[in-house]
């Protein structure tokens, strides 16, 4: 569920031309872009501070609209959202990325402050929705904004479409989950990033 509405809010065929990519092989590295971000957030949302840090962020992407355009995106912003979802590890999640053979020609570096800003706003409005447009308790949410990426992530619920995870089963398969490619290669670093030692 949450893939589809990361894609449907993204200028796919922009960021093919844009990347220089087939839309297939665009829309593949928006999913692996959209999971690895979803996936720091969760793994952000984990700790108190952390919680509050997103929920703030949040509060500044209420309200996004689909952009109709990569240049309608602030990627300036987006930067600073995979610097704060990603921490030092952002340039070796991009690296890795890259080096995925499943997106080849991708410069996941380039991407990912592209995909970051819609990821929120998406998270910003299902949240707002969620709280029925009411403030959060003050910070006492605990582990509502958890929750909702959670959901996102697929976390055992979710609307039973056959192989149900979504999300979580992309970015199972992007950390290595047990796949055959030998030496975990991303799901090295995203494992560590995740805490998954």
Do not use: W
Not at 16 to 37: F, I, N, T, Y
Not at 58 to 82: F, S, Y
Not at 95 to 117: M, V, Y
Request: a negative charge.
């Amino acid at each position: 569920m949450a893939l589809d509405d990361i894609l449907k809010q993204v200028p796919i065929d922009d960021i093919a031309a844009r990347l220089g990519v087939s839309h297939d092989e665009a829309k593949k590295a928006v999913e692996q872009g959209g999971a690895v971000l979803l996936g720091g957030l969760a793994k952000n949302a984990q700790t108190d501070e952390g919680s509050a840090a997103i929920q703030n962020a949040l509060k500044r992407h209420e309200g996004a609209t689909p952009a109709a355009k990569v240049d309608d995106i602030d990627q300036a912003d987006g930067g600073k959202i995979v610097k704060h979802v990603l921490g030092d590890d952002a340039n070796d999640v991009a690296a890795k990325l890259n080096e995925s053979d499943k997106t080849p020609g991708i410069d996941f570096g380039k991407l990912l402050p592209i995909l970051a800003p819609i990821v929120m706003g998406l998270i910003a409005n299902m949240n707002k929705k969620k709280s029925g447009g009411a403030e959060a308790a003050s910070g006492e949410s605990g582990g509502g904004i958890g929750d909702l990426i959670g959901g996102l992530l697929g976390g055992g619920s979710s609307s039973g479409s056959s192989g149900g995870g979504g999300i979580g089963d992309l970015l199972g398969g992007i950390l290595g989950g047990g796949s055959s490619s030998g030496g975990g290669g991303i799901g090295d670093v995203l494992g560590g990033l995740f805490g998954k030692k």
